[in-house]
């Protein structure tokens, strides 16, 4: 791949809102029933009928607003997207073009803060269905109507990495903020990419293609790769880039021409005449932003700074709201956060998923979660054991007592130096010539000694200690 084109990404992602109704009319918002089943007359645009705002919509875009650093805009307003296409039964779609409710913002990523352009509301389109019928596409007016948040940021990514936290990030947050559901899978997040290549210090931007309706990170990250590819390949041959938009095959994992990239005058925007103005106050957009809960990466940095949480740990622990306020509550009650963190992701976590619980359900308290932490910390028993052989059998029931558990199943280790001292020194009058060879120069019979030890009939000694005693021994 050439390496003297600098690659300019800009961003467009729909995100579907969980709001009960439709984003202009009272049908459900629902997914995954029969076609054409959560349609109206107004859904249907038959003559006559008149759209009203959906206010859950409208709170939920001044929430992801907010929490991106955008300011509201006090007025906005609603204008009509015109095209013709099937799945769109008014021939327009009732959007924001002029006073988007949304202006500014970004997200920081590393050193870099990616800049956003603006938010605006709309409602989304149908559903064309080419698979079922051998002579006819089909449309399902299901998702007509449906509210949607479009994002738009500046073109300032760089890499597909960029574009993959940023997603990443971005589905994190509107589930945190109970916006959306996210799931790119079934359309509740959809990403259009556009991208252009420049030669590397070249200040003016190429001419860019859309690559429309990526629905996962990964097809995201493949049609950047290709399109990369495909655009250098056609400027080093001294070609000219065809402004289009583009469709991803994640099947072949190619680009392909929808049609040519539409500008703003082919869509004839006008003020929509049924929805006038809307009007929100300083004194709303305060009062939501005083009940936004502790974001994310707000709360992972204060944890890594007052529980010394290591960064990997960290992201496990905030990936979902609900997962984060339930180990918020257990961190501050630990007697070791540092360690909670690592017991939380390397144990309890993974249990909760192969056993398809939320953590929460698992029946656990700050007490509980201590008193195994306390076997560790006092060096009761090995780390390897109350994972391994402890951990399985206490999950089981927490409200057992975890100590007379660890003394039921033989994993409680013995401290006591003289009982190990005197189990070492048997050990050594048994095996003279090892202890001869051991302090002639191979050190490496400290390996046999401690196998040795940890095999004696009654023996269940701390291993670092009994390691430090048998050397103090072996070393005379």
């Not at 607003?65 to 008014?90: E, M, V, W």
């Not at 936290?165 to 589905?171: I, S």
Request: charged letters at 30%.
């Amino acid at each position: 791949m050439p390496d003297n084109y600098e690659m300019v990404i800009g961003l467009e992602v729909h995100v579907q809102l969980n709001t009960k109704s439709k984003a202009f009319c009272s049908d459900e918002n629902k997914f995954g029933v029969g076609p054409n089943t959560l349609v109206s007359a107004v859904s249907l645009a038959h003559p006559g009928t008149l759209p009203r705002l959906n206010e859950s919509q409208i709170l939920k875009a001044i929430r992801i607003g907010l929490a991106l650093g955008g300011r509201i805009n006090g007025t906005s307003t609603f204008d009509r997207k015109n095209y013709s296409y099937p799945d769109l039964p008014k021939g327009y779609q009732i959007t924001q073009d002029c006073t988007p409710i949304v202006v500014g913002g970004g997200m920081n990523i590393g050193n870099r803060n990616l800049r956003l352009h603006h938010i605006h509301m709309e409602e989304d389109a149908g559903k064309l269905i080419h698979d079922i019928d051998d002579e006819y596409s089909l449309v399902d007016l299901n998702r007509a109507g449906v509210p949607l948040l479009e994002i738009v940021t500046e073109p300032d990514f760089r890499t597909a990495k960029e574009v993959e936290v940023f997603l990443d990030r971005l589905r994190q947050l509107v589930r945190w903020l109970d916006v959306s559901d996210g799931n790119m899978e079934e359309g509740s997040m959809r990403c259009d990419v556009n991208l252009s290549l420049r030669p590397i210090g070249q200040e003016a931007y190429g001419n860019r293609c859309e690559i429309k309706n990526l629905n996962s990170m990964r097809f995201a990250r493949q049609a950047i790769a290709y399109e990369r590819e495909r655009q250098a390949r056609i400027l080093n041959a001294g070609g000219h880039i065809q402004q289009q938009t583009l469709n991803f095959d994640p099947t072949t994992g190619v680009t392909s021409p929808l049609r040519e990239k539409e500008e703003v005058h082919d869509y004839r925007y006008f003020p929509d005449p049924d929805l006038p103005p809307m009007v929100i106050s300083d004194d709303k957009i305060e009062e939501i932003k005083t009940q936004l809960p502790e974001l994310p990466l707000t709360l992972k940095d204060r944890w890594k700074k007052q529980y010394d949480i290591v960064e990997k740990d960290a992201d496990v622990l905030i990936q979902f709201k609900k997962r984060a306020f339930q180990c918020e509550e257990w961190l501050k009650n630990s007697i070791d956060p540092k360690l909670l963190s690592q017991f939380l992701v390397n144990k309890i976590i993974p249990h909760a998923s192969e056993t398809s619980k939320e953590i929460e359900e698992l029946l656990l308290t700050s007490k509980k979660l201590n008193k195994f932490l306390e076997l560790l910390i006092s060096d009761k028993v090995a780390p390897s054991k109350a994972y391994q052989i402890l951990f399985p059998e206490w999950i089981k029931n927490p409200n057992e007592d975890v100590l007379a558990l660890a003394q039921k199943l033989s994993v409680i280790q013995d401290n006591d130096t003289s009982s190990i001292s005197f189990a070492i020194n048997k050990l050594i009058e048994d095996h003279p010539k090892e202890l001869e060879a051991y302090r002639g120069g191979k050190k490496q019979l400290l390996g046999f000694f401690m196998g040795q030890l940890m095999r004696m009939e009654g023996v269940k000694a701390n291993p670092k200690l009994a390691k430090d005693l048998m050397i103090k021994v072996l070393n005379g």
